[in-house]
């Protein structure tokens, strides 16, 4: 997505949006990060990119990220780089072999999240007030003090802290015990990596459904948690007032009519300085709610319905997607729904009507069911191969 920072069509549209509505106050901020080549340069004031160079179109290009040399003043976030410009490309190898590309030496710096910062935390232009905060929400988690960083999870092959990743930094370069990974996957199922960006989705957050096994009549309380167990920021994170994630728990009868239905959103809600809200990020003041889930924290749910007299399937699951399915349409791209966890259990209307139930299915409810009869089956082969020698035994006796 790094090279497809400023030619997104979801960018495009809400910036056009924001120019239009702060009479192109908003342009140069929000490019500054979306191409910083293309606004350090001069090529990019506004929204129109006929000036920008090839280097400027790539977005959050190679180039750039390996001439930043450090964090320009106190304030981490809204493109706070310090970058030199002198060719001299910066990067997390501590050994840079020469080569006739450019030269290269070693920056410990890039190593840091505060790295990733400079970007990933914005701030309101006009009052200051947090947009996105990223960066913040792992400095102040669990993954900081564990020493986890964004380069961690984000820049390995897969989901979590997968490291070594053995490889060559160039063509011709030494074999190395471990190389950082270029695809940056993150959560843009659409416009990203999909496959990558769905497993990291998928290994988020888990979802537990606690049901009662039998319910004979009346109202039936169901429970759900979720866990935010993979990632080191908050989930949803990044722009969370577009960010969609959301938990749909239903119940369906026997007959297969949907007998409940519950929703919950997880999210921002900005308000604007007269208490409006949601607003556009333009006009925010300050946030209304924040509805969304720390590093290794969860959150419960409980949910009800009438029994009915046969058994009620009961299927909970979290989804996300990058903006509203109204954004992706006049944007003129499709986002996909991700299905980030789910889980189905069935409430029995009695204790008979389990016993007519297949105990495979019974042991996918749970993950246990299934023990007994394989006790069983492990005990009726056990016994099979003790005969089998006592019979031996005997027959070398009468022989």
Request: with cysteine; hydrophobic share 35%.
């Amino acid at each position: 997505m790094h090279a497809k920072a400023l030619t997104d069509p979801i960018y495009l549209y809400e910036l056009k949006l924001g120019e239009e509505a702060t009479g192109g106050a908003l342009g140069p901020f929000c490019n500054a990060c979306h191409s910083p080549i293309g606004v350090m340069s001069g090529e990019l004031t506004s929204l129109d990119q006929s000036k920008v160079s090839p280097a400027g179109m790539e977005g959050v290009t190679c180039d750039f990220c390996h001439q930043v040399s450090g964090t320009a003043g106190d304030v981490i976030g809204n493109t706070s780089t310090a970058v030199t410009g002198d060719g001299v490309k910066l990067g997390p190898i501590t050994d840079p072999q020469p080569g006739t590309a450019h030269e290269a030496m070693y920056s410990e710096f890039h190593r840091s999240a505060e790295f990733c910062g400079n970007c990933h935390n914005v701030n309101h232009p006009g009052n200051d007030m947090p947009l996105e905060a990223t960066y913040t929400e792992w400095k102040n988690g669990p993954y900081a003090a564990e020493g986890v960083v964004c380069q961690d999870c984000h820049m390995t092959p897969g989901p979590g802290v997968i490291k070594p990743r053995e490889g060559k930094a160039a063509a011709g370069g030494p074999v190395r015990e471990h190389v950082p990974m270029m695809t940056f996957a993150g959560a843009n199922v659409g416009l990203g990596d999909a496959a990558r960006a769905e497993e990291r989705l998928q290994s988020a957050a888990t979802l537990d459904l606690r049901v009662p096994e039998i319910a004979e009549g009346g109202d039936v309380t169901i429970q759900t948690t979720i866990t935010n167990a993979g990632a080191g920021h908050y989930l949803p994170t990044g722009l969370t007032d577009m960010r969609q994630m959301w938990l749909e728990v239903t119940a369906t009868d026997a007959d297969g009519t949907e007998i409940m239905k519950e929703r919950r959103d997880f999210g921002t809600v900005l308000k604007d300085a007269a208490g409006n809200y949601p607003v556009y990020l333009w006009d925010a003041v300050g946030v209304q709610s924040d509805d969304r889930i720390p590093p290794r924290e969860s959150t419960s749910n409980e949910y009800s319905f009438a029994m009915t007299e046969g058994a009620v399937t009961v299927r909970a699951a979290l989804y996300y997607r990058t903006c509203s399915e109204e954004i992706a349409e006049k944007a003129g791209v499709d986002i996909p729904t991700t299905t980030m966890v789910e889980v189905t259990k069935t409430v029995y209307s009695s204790a008979d009507e389990i016993g007519m139930t297949d105990k495979e299915f019974r042991a996918s409810q749970d993950g246990t069911g299934g023990l007994p009869g394989l006790a069983i089956t492990v005990i009726i082969f056990g016994l099979m191969a003790v005969a089998l020698v006592v019979m031996k035994i005997m027959m070398k006796k009468e022989a």
